[in-house]
C-alpha cells in the first residue's frame, strides 16, 4: 500500500501558493508551449510567446459559442491539432442544467491529473481536521451514459471519464476513499436501481463507512429522501441474504449479491433505529456511527438543499467540496471547518492560468439605460495575484485541455489570500435568468426570495422540495412564474401569502418599478405534485445527465419545452399575487 502523507501534500500546497504569481507564469508557459501547434493559437500571431501580457494582447476572450465550431470538428473526428498539441481523444458534456442545452468540451489526461491534485488537497486539509479512520466511504457516485461521437470519440459526463480512469481508483486508495458500492453499481444502467444498492452496500458496510459523499448536495438529499421510501425493503434484503427483484440489472444484481449475506441482527439495528428516529431527523449518525462528517458540493445552487441535509446529518458537521466546472477545477476547499454558506476554495495556480474580470454593479441610470443582457460593468481582466480582497470577478480560464481565455460565467468574490493565491466565495452563475423588461434577477436573487417566502410554509411545518421559474410572454404585459412543489398541502390562504412574498422580495430596483407600473404582471405561484422534479431528474438523465451532477434548473425557458411540459401538467393549483394592489 502506498503512504500518503499529509503533511508533505500540505508542505507543498503551501510552497505552491506562496509563489502563485511565479506559477501562474510557469503554467501559462507550458500550456503554450505544449499547444504551440493548436490552429487556433497559430492563427492569432502569438508567434512563440508565451508571456502574459503577449497573450492577452493576441488572444481573445471567449464563451463557449465561439469554441462550438473548433469543438464540433474535434468530435467529427478531425485529429489534427486544433486547440491542443496532443489530439483530443475524449469529450466531456456538461450538465446543461444551468443553461437548458448540454456543452460539449474537450477532456483529456491532464484534467484527471489536476483533479486528483484537487481532491489530494482538500483531503490533507480535511483529514488534519477531520481524520477518518481505515474504511470506507458511502458514495452516491454515478457513471452516465458514454456515447459515441460522429468521430468515434467517446462523450460522456467528466465526472464518468474521471471514475473510469486507473488514477482515479489509486488515489481513492490513497485517501481511505473506496465506495462501499461495486464498480456495478456506479455504472450501473439504471440510476434508481444503483441508489437503491449504494444505500444497501452503505448499510452492509455501515461500521466501516467514514463519511458519506456525493458531487452535488441535491444528489444526497435525494438519497435519502429515496431512504424513506425504501428502508423497510433493504432492511428485508439484508436479514434474508437475497437482493430485492426491483433490481433487475444482471451486472448491478451479481455484484450485490456477492457481498450480500443474511444478517439478521443488523437488520434488527437497522430497522430499530429507523422506527426510532422523529421524522428522519439525524439519520446519517445514526445509521452510520464511524461516519466524521457528509461531504459535497454545498455552495451555489445547492444551496437550498442545505436545511434539508442537516436535518438528515444531524450532529455531523457538513464540508463543501471544491470549486471546478466540466470545463476545469478551480479551487480546493482548504478551510474544510468554515459552514457550507461560508466556504471558500483557495486557486491552485499550478493546474490553469486565470484571470478575473472585475465586475461592478450598474446604478439604477445606467440600469435603466442597459441591454436587459447587460448586468455590470466590466473592467479589464487582471491576474491571479491581482484581484482584490471584497471584490466581484467573473473567472476566466486557460488551461491544458485547449481552452484558452475561457469565460467560466461564473461570479466569485475573493474573500483573501491563502499566502500569495486568492480564496474565492461562490456567488453566483453570471447569466440572468429572470428578465422580462428592465429588471434584472439571477439565480441568487431567485433563491432569496423563495427561502423568504418558504419561511412563512416552515411554520406549518411544510417544506419547498424543489422550485424553479419561468418567464411567462403570452399574456401582455408578460409575467413570472414561480414553480414549487412542497412536502405536504397547504392551504390557499398560506399559499396565496407565500405568492405575494416571492413577488415582494424580488427587491431589484427595475422590477419594483415595473410591478408598480404594470409593466410586469402579477407574480405566479404554481404549485406542482409531488414528485414531479423527480420527473425533470428522470427526464435528463435519459438524455445523458449523471444523477450525481444532476442541478435542478432554475429557470424553464420557452424553448426547454419538455420540461416546461412536464411542470405544467402537474400543476395542482396556482395563485397569483395582489401584492402591488392599492
Ligand atoms: P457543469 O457545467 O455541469 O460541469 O457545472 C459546472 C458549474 O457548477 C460551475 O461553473 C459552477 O457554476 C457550478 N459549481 C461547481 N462547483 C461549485 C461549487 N463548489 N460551488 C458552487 N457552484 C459550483
Known amino acids: 500500500m502506498r503512504v500518503f502523507n499529509i503533511e508533505s501534500v500540505i508542505d507543498e500546497f503551501e510552497t505552491l501558493t506562496k509563489s502563485a504569481g511565479h506559477h501562474q507564469r510557469e503554467t501559462l508557459r507550458k500550456i503554450l508551449e505544449q499547444n504551440g501547434k493548436a490552429e487556433y493559437l497559430q492563427n492569432l500571431g502569438l508567434g512563440g510567446r508565451t508571456d502574459p501580457e503577449s497573450y492577452k494582447v493576441c488572444v481573445p476572450l471567449v464563451t463557449h459559442s465561439d469554441l462550438e465550431p473548433y469543438i464540433q470538428r474535434i468530435s467529427d473526428g478531425d485529429s489534427s491539432p486544433i486547440l491542443t498539441g496532443k489530439p483530443i481523444t475524449s469529450i466531456s458534456l456538461s450538465s446543461g442544467t444551468t443553461q437548458g442545452k448540454r456543452k460539449y468540451l474537450p477532456f483529456n489526461e491532464e484534467l484527471v491529473q489536476s483533479t486528483m491534485e484537487i481532491y489530494r488537497t482538500s483531503y490533507a486539509f480535511r483529514n488534519r481536521e477531520y481524520p477518518i479512520g481505515d474504511g470506507k466511504a458511502l458514495q452516491f457516485i454515478y457513471g452516465s451514459k458514454q456515447v459515441k461521437t460522429k468521430g468515434d470519440l467517446t462523450a460522456t459526463t467528466a465526472t464518468t471519464n474521471v471514475y473510469r480512469s486507473e488514477q482515479f481508483k489509486r488515489t481513492m486508495k490513497d485517501i481511505q476513499s473506496q465506495c462501499t458500492s461495486p464498480d456495478e453499481v456506479i455504472f450501473g444502467s439504471d440510476y434508481q436501481q444503483s441508489l437503491y444498492c449504494h444505500l444497501l452496500c452503505g448499510l452492509i458496510y455501515s461500521d466501516e463507512v467514514q463519511f458519506i459523499f456525493s458531487t452535488f448536495a ?131 495556480p499550478n493546474i490553469g492560468y486565470f484571470e478575473f474580470i472585475p465586475l461592478e454593479k450598474l446604478d439604477m441610470q445606467e440600469l435603466e439605460s442597459s441591454l436587459t443582457s447587460i448586468h455590470y460593468k466590466e473592467a479589464e481582466p487582471v491576474g491571479l495575484t491581482e484581484v482584490e480582497v471584497g471584490k466581484e470577478y467573473e473567472v476566466v480560464i486557460t488551461n491544458f485541455a485547449g481552452l484558452y481565455r475561457y469565460r467560466l460565467g461564473d461570479v466569485v468574490r475573493v474573500t483573501g489570500f491563502h499566502n500569495c493565491t486568492p480564496e474565492l466565495q461562490f456567488i453566483r452563475r453570471r447569466s440572468l435568468m429572470l428578465s422580462i ?47 414549487w412543489e412542497v412536502s405536504s398541502v397547504s392551504n390557499d390562504e398560506i399559499l396565496h401569502s407565500c405568492c405575494n412574498c416571492l413577488d415582494l422580495s424580488f427587491a431589484d430596483a427595475g422590477y419594483v418599478s415595473s410591478r408598480k407600473v404594470s409593466a410586469i404582471g402579477p407574480l405566479e405561484l404554481r404549485i406542482v405534485r409531488k414528485g414531479t422534479f423527480d420527473m425533470v431528474l428522470h427526464y435528463y438523465v435519459g438524455l445523458g445527465a449523471a444523477l450525481s451532477q444532476f442541478k435542478a434548473p432554475r429557470c424553464v425557458s420557452q424553448s426547454n419545452s419538455k420540461v416546461l411540459q412536464i411542470l405544467c401538467m402537474n400543476v395542482t393549483s396556482c395563485y397569483f399575487s395582489t401584492a402591488y394592489e392599492n
Not at 244 to 251: E, H, M
Not at 450 to 460: F, G, R
Open 437 to 483: 423588461n428592465i429588471d434584472k434577477n439571477t439565480e441568487k436573487d431567485l433563491q432569496l426570495s423563495v427561502e423568504a417566502a418558504a419561511k412563512l410554509l416552515a411554520e406549518e411545518k411544510i417544506e419547498v422540495v424543489d422550485f424553479t421559474s419561468h418567464v411567462d410572454t403570452s399574456t401582455e404585459p408578460g409575467h413570472y412564474v414561480i414553480f
Open 218 to 348: 441535491h444528489s444526497l438529499v435525494h438519497s435519502f429522501r429515496t431512504f424513506e421510501q425504501v428502508w423497510e425493503e433493504i432492511c428485508t434484503d439484508i436479514r434474508e441474504g437475497v437482493l430485492s427483484s426491483r433490481i433487475t440489472v444482471p451486472s448491478i444484481r451479481e455484484a450485490v449479491s456477492k457481498i450480500l449475506v443474511p444478517n439478521p441482527s443488523l437488520a434488527d439495528s437497522i430497522y430499530k433505529k429507523c422506527v426510532g428516529l422523529s421524522n428522519w431527523y439525524g439519520v446519517i449518525p445514526e445509521l452510520w456511527p464511524n461516519a466524521k462528517y457528509v461531504y459535497g458540493i454545498m455552495t451555489g445552487s445547492m444551496e437550498p438543499y442545505l436545511k434539508k441535509l442537516r436535518h438528515y446529518a444531524g450532529n455531523l458537521p457538513l464540508m463543501s467540496a471544491d470549486y471546478g466546472a466540466s470545463e476545469g477545477w478551480i479551487g480546493a476547499n482548504v478551510n474544510p471547518s468554515l459552514p457550507p454558506e461560508l466556504a471558500t476554495f483557495a486557486v491552485l
